[in-house]
């Protein structure tokens, strides 16, 4: 009995190398996500800062493993948002076919344009993939950002011409954005023009004062940019 537990003992760091060693030879190879992405779409491509951006997901989960997404968006001027990781101890979702829609608030600060939604998913379907997961990025969900706001005629009004003496109001939040200090505290604007207008006299108004920025004549552009000397409250100006 001594020599058989003395052979055994001898003998089982030799076990455990085999046993670590066909562990590794099935872990090693085993590289497949163990999720396929059928279809990602947004919901809401034009969704403006503020708003809330809505993704939906069609998948095929394989196998159920740990799951890190990391998560960035970056907005129309490219700048990078960085979002908080998402970790499961088990993909979430039955095995299988399976749907499911993603929402994400949109910062104010958000530059309007095109922008896009990435990730980068970490898996560890195994005790080797702590220090070697399976990495999957997919592919960007774009979105178109705002689009060019109709104006809204609300009735003939001499002191504001827009077009045939038509005062037309644009949505704040909309027709301003992308607004970067300029030169003396002066501010540079990108401002949605009706299509129907050829020319207008361009007036900027807000509770406690206003500023008259001159004559828009550019039948041929969809949008004017123009420097707007600050004669009022900085608050009075969006996204000043």
């Known amino acids: 009995m001594p020599v058989i537990v003395g052979l055994m003992m001898r003998a089982a760091p030799t076990i455990a190398l085999v046993g670590v060693g066909a562990a590794t030879g099935v872990w090693v190879p085993d590289r497949a996500p163990p999720v396929n992405t059928l279809s990602a779409v947004a919901l809401n491509p034009a969704v403006a800062p503020g ?25 129309g001027d490219g700048v990078r948002y960085n979002l908080a990781d998402l970790a499961y101890a088990a993909a979430p979702g039955p095995i299988g076919r399976d749907g499911y829609t993603v929402a994400l608030p949109i910062p104010r600060t958000f530059a309007a344009g095109p922008s896009a939604y990435r990730i980068v998913i970490r898996y560890e379907c ?6 070697w997961p399976i990495i999957r990025g997919e592919v960007p969900v774009e979105t178109r950002g705002p689009a060019a706001p109709e104006g809204l005629p609300i009735g003939p009004r ?4 827009w077009g ?16 970067r200090s300029g030169p003396r505290g002066g501010l540079t ?5 009706p299509q129907e207008i050829r020319s207008a006299e361009i007036s900027i108004g807000g509770s406690s004062g206003s500023a008259r920025t001159g004559v828009f004549h550019s039948p041929e552009s969809e949008h004017l940019s123009h420097s707007i000397a600050r004669r009022t409250r900085p608050d009075l100006v969006p996204n000043a």
Do not use: G, M, P
């Not at 001499?158 to 011409?161: E, L, N, V």
């Not at 604007?189 to 023009?193: C, D, V």
């Open 126 to 131: 195994n005790v080797l993939h702590k220090l």
């Open 158 to 161: 001499t002191s504001d011409r």
């Open 164 to 179: 045939a003496d038509t005062r037309w109001r644009l949505n704040a939040e909309q027709t301003w954005f992308n607004s």
């Open 51 to 75: 708003e809330t951006l809505r993704i939906r997901y069609e998948i095929e989960q394989l196998r159920s493993c740990a799951t890190i997404i990391d998560r960035v968006l970056f907005d």
């Open 189 to 193: 604007a990108q401002l949605f023009i």
